[in-house]
């Protein structure tokens, strides 16, 4: 008992595939005619969705809040937010997000005229707006301004101070007729009205001059930052309640190829209209599956146990390494003709590994480590030796876990079993710098590959493994270092 033998299993042994990783390979320079600043980063995030840039956040609890994908949406890339927290906690931070930006504002938050003056206040501080439209029922009747209520008495009502003459406009109003009446009055605000006086949308001068500060953006159809949302498969509640709000929900399991996981996500698919990605998975076998048994998936997340803060595969030698796992999933995904995107995630450490993965058929990466560090990641920040660093903890960590909110993305096959770390990663500043970044560097290595657009990496990029003394000799050698100490060389 306990013995491995028999043919059966010796075979096994020395069948067994090899699990490559983002440091065993290299990207092959290829012969090329796209310099770096003619590559073209567009990208599917899903089957219905593109983004500017492949760049993905990690729905975790020191990566994704609202203000990490309001940041990276106006980049051009896609924020995804964490599920460590309730249904309606999640719903709030979509909806910021929602409101940081539209063409035209549909879900307007108004104020009624018989409202004080201390509450329009708070409503416009809670929300950070600068006015409110006022109703009675659903009929406009005025508009209230900080200018409004900055000196007024706080017991006042809003129909005391507010401005009774409203700009208003038709409901079917484009952006240029609004531009011409918002120029011709003076006025931040044009509420949009029906045929009844009815409140229908709102288009603000604020929102017009973010979209030309940020032209890159990935935006949906009305102009509102493109988004993303972590659902637990089970939870078929908060994913329609997300549902209303954001683009995308991804389901979000460590292990997808499971048979309770599987049956539950083919009822969520049939109820929700957002596009889904499901993962993660990390097999030929699980797209394979996926694809054949699931009607209507959008995406695959990729990547078992390569995270930075995972310990996974420490604990139960269960996983597979993202680069591995791309190409697996990817060989599936081209067996059946199917065009779903694969999202890339875990053990991102810069553009180089991106440009791995992108190679290997992915369409985009999903990032944990390099966004924490981040002033829009929510962790704590503190000061360590002179140095600042921000919290990063993985959700399957222990502290992770005690908020019990999401532990059914560890908690089930492995009760008790922590799956994750917490510690400190270096702060970087804004986001935008860890994009520049990436994407300055993403640029260069299809360069070399010779590829202007990501499919085209698909086609032309080649990869080859490189030896323990090669990767060694990658990296600077036979020179001190300013961070180094003198014994090194
Ligand atoms: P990076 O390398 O960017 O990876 O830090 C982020 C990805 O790691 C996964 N993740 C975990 N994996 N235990 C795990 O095994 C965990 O506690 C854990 N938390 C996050 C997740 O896929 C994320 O996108």
């Known amino acids: 008992m306990g013995v491995i033998q028999g043919e059966g299993f010796r075979a096994k042994a020395s069948q067994t595939d090899l699990a490559v990783t983002f440091r065993d390979l290299i990207l092959l320079p290829g012969w090329t005619e796209v310099e770096p600043s003619q590559v073209e980063l567009s990208t599917q995030a899903t089957l219905h969705h593109s983004i500017n840039i492949p760049f993905i956040s990690s729905p975790m609890d020191t990566v994704t809040e609202s203000d990490m994908a309001i940041a990276l949406a106006r980049l051009g890339g896609l924020g995804v937010l964490h599920r460590n927290c309730t249904a309606e906690e999640e719903v709030e931070m979509a909806r910021k997000v929602k409101r940081a930006e539209s063409l035209i504002i549909k879900d307007v938050i108004t104020i009624s005229s018989a409202e004080t003056v201390r509450y329009a206040t708070e409503l416009m501080q809670k929300h950070n707006i600068s006015g409110l439209p006022v109703v009675e029922g659903e009929t406009l009747v005025g508009i209230v301004t900080g200018r409004d209520v900055r000196f007024a008495d706080p017991g006042l009502l809003v129909k005391d101070v507010m401005t009774k003459k ?50 890159n953006a990935a935006r949906d159809e009305n102009g509102q930052l493109l988004l993303g949302a972590a659902v637990s498969p089970f939870d078929l509640k908060r994913a329609k309640m997300l549902d209303e709000i954001v683009d995308i929900l991804v389901i979000d399991v460590s292990h997808f190829h499971n048979a309770n996981v599987f049956n539950s996500t083919k009822k969520l698919l049939e109820e929700v209209e957002a596009d889904v990605i499901v993962g993660s998975i990390g097999t030929y076998k699980a797209a394979e599956d996926a694809l054949t048994k699931l009607e209507g998936i959008a995406g695959f997340r990729v990547g078992i146990g390569s995270g930075s803060i995972c310990t996974t595969m420490e604990s139960t030698k269960a996983g597979s390494p993202t680069v591995y796992a791309t190409a697996q999933v990817a060989d599936a995904v081209q067996t059946y003709g199917s065009k779903v995107p694969i999202i890339s995630d875990g053990g991102i450490r810069g553009p180089g590994d991106a440009a791995v993965a992108l190679s290997l058929g992915a369409s985009a990466v999903m990032i944990g480590n390099l966004f924490a560090r ?72 299809m360069g070399y590959a010779g590829a202007r657009k990501v499919p085209e990496l698909w086609e032309k990029a080649r990869l080859a493994a490189i030896s323990q003394s090669g990767s060694e000799e990658a990296r600077p050698h036979d020179i001190l270092l300013p961070s180094e100490s003198p014994e090194r060389v």
Not at 171 to 185: P, Q, R, S, V
Not at 383 to 394: E, L, P, T, V
Not at 439 to 445: F, P, R, V
Request: with cysteine.
């Open 166 to 215: 409203v700009v208003t406009a038709p409901e079917d109003t484009n952006i240029e007729g609004a531009k011409e009446l918002l120029h011709k009055h003076r006025v931040e605000k044009l509420p949009l009205t029906d045929k009844q006086g009815r409140l229908k949308g709102l288009i603000t001068i604020k929102d017009m001059l973010l979209r030309g500060r940020f032209p």
């Open 374 to 445: 981040c002033r829009e990641a929510p962790g704590t920040l503190i000061a360590i030796g002179g140095r600042y660093y921000k919290q990063y903890r993985g959700m399957g960590s222990p502290s992770a876990m005690a908020k019990r909110l999401a532990t059914d993305r560890y908690g089930a096959p492995s009760k008790g079993l922590p799956e994750g770390v917490e510690g400190w990663v270096p702060y970087k500043g804004e986001v935008n710098v860890v994009i520049q970044e990436l994407t300055a560097g993403l640029q260069a290595s």
